[in-house]
């Protein structure tokens, strides 16, 4: 059974950092593309970073160098370190592990950024 399991979640002030983790099943660690989605009421989910099996990294645009995607196929986690925090980041941050086949969500965790 594959299972992602996030964690990491919370709330900062603007300008603050946070690092999400995920725990993913050894099963999708190294043959699955792995990355963060978030998502906000009444939007789309949309991606923040993902990283393929051959380690090529993808951010959405409004990353703009501010978060770090890494993968650890020892801890079989996959990391997103983000600094530079805005309001505008506040939403529920969804694990992902996909394949040109089928793709695995886990259950999320609220990031909120408030002053």
């Known amino acids: 059974q594959v299972q992602l399991v996030e964690s990491g979640g919370g709330t900062v002030q603007p300008g603050g950092s946070l690092t999400l983790s995920c725990q993913v099943s050894?099963?999708?660690?190294?043959?699955?593309?792995l990355g963060w989605y978030r998502q906000t009421p009444g939007k789309e989910r949309e991606l923040v970073a993902h990283?393929?099996?051959?380690?090529?990294?993808k951010y959405g645009d409004f990353v703009k160098g501010r978060f770090n995607i890494s993968k650890d196929l020892t801890k079989l986690t996959v990391d997103l370190q983000m600094s530079g925090l805005e309001i505008e980041d506040t939403a529920v941050y969804y694990c992902?592990?996909?394949?040109?086949?089928?793709?695995?969500w886990g259950r999320g965790t609220q990031v909120t950024v408030s002053s």
């Open positions: 050894e099963y999708v660690s190294r043959i699955y593309t």
């Open positions: 992902n592990a996909s394949n040109p086949l089928r793709q695995y």
């Open positions: 990283v393929d099996d051959k380690g090529n990294v």
